[in-house]
């Protein structure tokens, strides 16, 4: 199946934080506790958070043909991609990919030689198959939940 990649607009966003959503409460329940759960799916719930947060960075969405949101992710200007997912229905079907290189266009528009992230475990494998090498792992507190953050980064050119 096809889809677009597009930016992101305020009309996107209750359908990127019922995306968000629906991807955490679908991720790998081994690697993780119900309350590191509980505290991750609860980001989704304050929609103004998220209109400042299109606001301020670059998101992009990736639309099936009938117009319907499969993924998105979002772009820092200090090159941190603080985002990136997939509807757990449509993964493995190269979206996630595609999303992250369209974010390679746009930091080469916006001249950042170097993109970093900061990823759970579960996204970690994804950024090691796409180039993305990690730096160190830190704690990182969620309103009382630890998580392990896995910083990575790749160099898209040199500076």
Not at 27 to 49: C, F
Not at 64 to 73: L, S, V, Y
Request: charged content about 25%.
């Amino acid at each position: 199946m096809k889809h677009t990649i597009r930016k992101a607009t305020n009309a996107d966003v209750e359908a990127i934080r019922f995306l968000f959503y629906e991807t955490v409460q679908a991720v790998d329940k081994t690697q993780y506790t119900e309350l590191q759960l509980q505290k991750w799916a609860a980001m989704h719930a304050d929609e103004n958070k998220w209109k400042r947060k299109l606001a301020e960075d670059y998101y992009l969405v990736a639309t099936n043909p009938a117009g319907k949101i499969t993924g998105f992710c979002s772009l820092k200007a200090n090159g941190c991609i603080d985002m990136l997912y997939t509807h757990p229905t449509h993964q493995k079907q190269g979206i996630a990919k595609a999303l992250l290189y369209n974010l390679h266009d746009v930091a080469d528009e916006k001249h950042i030689a170097k993109l970093f992230t900061n990823t759970s475990a579960a996204g970690a494998t994804f950024f090691e198959k796409n180039g993305f090498t990690v730096q160190h792992v830190a704690d990182k507190n969620l309103d009382g939940a630890c998580f392990a953050q896995i910083v990575m980064d790749k160099r898209l050119w040199l500076a």
